[in-house]
């Protein structure tokens, strides 16, 4: 089936410092959402791209269909972006499959 | 906006014992969906509805499991005979009206079967 290769896994990173994470997919997907997991467990939405670019403070997202990835920056990484980040990409209609997450820890 | 509320927060169910979850999704939402995370499978899609109708289920295991939609305000997922494999956090998602577009999830319930 259709999948999603999520990394890192984890990250660490020291507060005011950037990195970024990658979602690769295995077939050509129409769109991607990407979620951060709050502390009560909730989806929150961080992004939904069907193409090009998006930001949002100190996120920014990309997702390029053709090239099948998409990726999320996080600049000057402040303690409360620590959580857990997942992307979910919808080949068609409407199912969404999920990468398999990405733990950030955020340390001063 | 209350966002899609799950209720109940937690579950804890006996081997055999049926489960209900119960799902309301964002007021003026038209498209409700399921998933269910587990460690070992992530995040996996269930069924959805679009207009209360049932659209696809092809997520949903064949036996003991079902879904509802009796109205545009809820949606009611079942588990019956609960097995220990059916432990998960089970969420509820809504969107506009199904299509390409942002997807809005629940706090989901954690069920546990002992």
């Known amino acids: 089936g259709d999948q999603v290769e999520q990394s890192p896994s984890a990250l660490s990173l020291h507060e005011g410092t950037g990195s970024a994470l990658r979602c690769n997919f295995t077939?050509?997907?129409?769109?991607v959402q990407w979620f951060r997991k709050n502390s009560r467990g909730s989806l929150i939405n961080l992004f939904y791209?069907?193409?090009g670019t998006k930001e949002n403070g100190r996120l920014k997202s990309a997702f390029d269909s053709k090239e099948r990835y998409s990726t999320l920056h996080i600049r000057d990484a402040q303690l409360e972006d620590s959580g857990t980040y997942f992307c979910?990409?919808?080949?068609?209609?409407?199912?969404?499959?999920f990468g398999t997450g990405t733990s950030l820890l955020v340390d001063p | 906006n209350a966002g899609v509320i799950q209720t109940p927060r937690h579950k804890v169910t006996g081997k055999g014992q049926e489960a209900t979850l119960w799902c309301e999704p964002i007021?003026?939402?038209?498209?409700v969906f399921w998933y269910r995370q587990t460690i070992v499978q992530g995040l996996e899609f269930l069924t959805y509805?679009?207009?209360?109708?049932?659209?696809?289920d092809s997520g949903m295991p064949k036996e003991r499991f079902s879904a509802q939609m009796p109205n545009q305000s809820h949606s009611t997922l079942k588990i019956q005979s609960t097995q220990p494999q059916d432990s998960a956090v089970y969420l509820c998602?809504?969107?506009?009206?199904?299509?390409?577009?942002?997807?809005?999830f629940g706090s989901g319930t954690r069920l546990t079967v002992l």
């Open positions: 007021s003026g939402h038209s498209a």
């Open positions: 998602a809504s969107s506009s009206t199904g299509g390409l577009e942002t997807l809005y």
């Open positions: 077939t050509t997907m129409r769109a």
């Open positions: 979910a990409a919808e080949a068609m209609g409407y199912k969404l499959t």
């Open positions: 791209l069907a193409s």
């Open positions: 509805f679009r207009n209360q109708a049932p659209i696809d």
